[in-house]
């Protein structure tokens, strides 16, 4: 037996934790567990001669991939997961632009370095519906997920686009679900309502802090602000369909994020929405006017947690924060064989930030499945754990950050947990310790493999 390389041991007030990363399973560790813990380390651990109560801890260790037969090795397991995950065909996920025109001029916006007009034609529109048609009689799940530019600028494309994909899914068996991306100007209670009859289950709206914040960056294409009527389309139709709030931080609003959070508490939108955070990046190329207000990884990772943490005082439910921190089996989602995303002239891409410029195009939709490009071979073939993700201790919470960084210019992109996993693991704790999880159930809370 051994410990797993993906353990993370910390310190909650007087109890010692621990939380393995492969198998997303956090403990809270007792006497009992404590020196099992440590005769495993020093091997000294005689499997023959434990008493009851050290059998049934040390089988909650194993169950939570802390302790490990000394065969498995971790590496290759996470390696194994992510080659089946890149290759599984029984999902199918469209990322569909409508239209990549937008009716906004947001100063860091990658959309808008070439000529962005027109719609998706009925000729485009029926080659996507063909390549779903011919993955679905393998892929048990259709999700679709709307992208733009803005894409209620073609919200008939959209809405009879969404029919033909349901309509078929249906008559197919097959699951669907979706999901849209606005920037909210044009989210109307009739246009939510038309969304709603399309199956679109939720909608981000991109909101980058409070007020003048936000109309800092966010500006509408005439130059005039869209703050007041993002958050008045919110109002009137949050009712009607699910919305998350996708708050933008960059080096300048992280006071903007904190108003905005509290605004909404104020106004009672907290408990009819879902917010989220995202780092502006200056990771990947914004715009060059804009590249000294961004923010690295790094920095978000700590104004991250001070949102956070004013957002938890304003009594949020944040999205991905109410749980511990989840394994992946891909680093990007955009690595599956089966993730497509496709522009409104029938482009294909891998990586959402190419979407729109034609020169970082796959190929045409109809030609995907032909595998002749050489960009897409250079996807298929991409590696994403390299000599330094082997050596990280947030692998599997990673499994290898941006693939596109890492064809620019080699470099990582790291996912956020690098720097701040043991802060989000205590807030975890905490609440399980408000919920009145006692040390007694030692697992509290395990993804089962
Ligand atoms: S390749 Fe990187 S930038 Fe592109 S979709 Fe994936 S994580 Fe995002
Ligand atoms: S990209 Fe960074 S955080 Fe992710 S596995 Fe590699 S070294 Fe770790």
């Known amino acids: 037996m051994k410990l797993s390389k993906f353990n993370f041991r910390f310190q909650y007030g007087s109890q010692q934790v621990i939380f393995n990363a492969i198998s997303g399973g956090l403990l809270l560790l007792d006497n009992t567990a404590e020196v099992l813990l440590e005769k495993i380390g020093l091997n000294q651990i005689p499997e023959a001669g434990l008493s009851e109560i050290e059998k049934v801890c040390l089988e909650e260790l194993k169950r939570g991939w802390i302790v490990l037969e000394n065969e498995l090795d971790e590496l290759l397991y996470l390696k194994n997961i992510y080659l089946r995950t890149k290759y599984d065909r029984t999902k199918l996920v469209l990322t569909v632009a409508p239209t990549m025109s937008c009716n906004m001029r947001c100063v860091y916006c990658f959309e808008h370095q070439e000529d962005q007009s027109g719609i998706m034609n009925d000729e485009v529109a029926a080659a996507i519906v063909k390549f779903a048609q011919r993955r679905l009689e ?17 919200l008939d494309k959209l809405s ?102 509290q605004e909404l508490a104020r106004t009672n939108l907290k408990n009819r929405v879902n917010v989220s955070f995202s780092q502006i990046n200056s990771d990947l190329d914004p715009c060059v006017h804009y590249v000294n207000k961004t923010i690295s990884r790094r920095d978000y990772a700590s104004v991250y947690l001070k949102i956070i943490e004013s957002a938890t005082e304003f009594g949020y439910n944040i999205v991905n924060f109410e ?22 002239r029938g482009l294909v891409y891998k990586c959402l930030e190419d979407m729109g410029h034609s020169n970082r195009a796959l190929c045409k939709i109809e030609d995907y499945d032909k595998f002749e490009s050489a960009s897409q071979l250079k ?18 919470l990673c499994l290898g950050g941006c693939p596109r ?23 975890h704790v905490e609440r399980l310790v408000e919920q009145q999880v006692g040390p007694s159930q030692v697992a509290v809370s395990l993804n089962e493999k």
């Open 138 to 154: 393998v892929a048990q799940l259709l999700s679709v997920v709307w992208f733009g530019g803005e894409p209620l600028l073609a």
């Open 160 to 261: 009879a686009l969404s029919k033909s994909l349901i309509d078929f899914a249906t008559a197919k068996g097959r699951n669907y679900s979706s999901f849209l991306y606005t920037n909210g100007t044009l989210l109307t209670r009739n246009t939510a309502k038309i969304l709603a009859d399309s199956r679109v289950d939720t909608v981000q709206v991109s909101i980058d802090g409070y007020g003048e914040f936000h109309d800092a960056r966010r500006k509408l294409k005439n130059g005039r602000p869209s703050f007041g009527n993002i958050i008045e389309n919110i109002k009137d139709c949050c009712d009607i369909i699910n919305v998350v709030i996708k708050i933008g931080v960059d080096r300048g609003n992280v006071q903007g994020a904190i108003l905005l959070l």
């Open 323 to 344: 749980q511990p921190p989840k394994p992946r089996s891909l680093c990007c989602g955009h690595q599956s064989m089966h993730v497509v995303s496709v522009d409104h």
């Open 379 to 396: 996807w298929l073939d991409y590696n994403p754990i390299g000599p330094e993700c082997e050596k990280c201790e947030v692998l599997p």
């Open 405 to 427: 960084r890492s064809f620019d210019d080699g470099a990582l992109l790291c996912n956020v947990d690098r720097y701040v996993l043991i802060d989000k693991l205590k807030r």
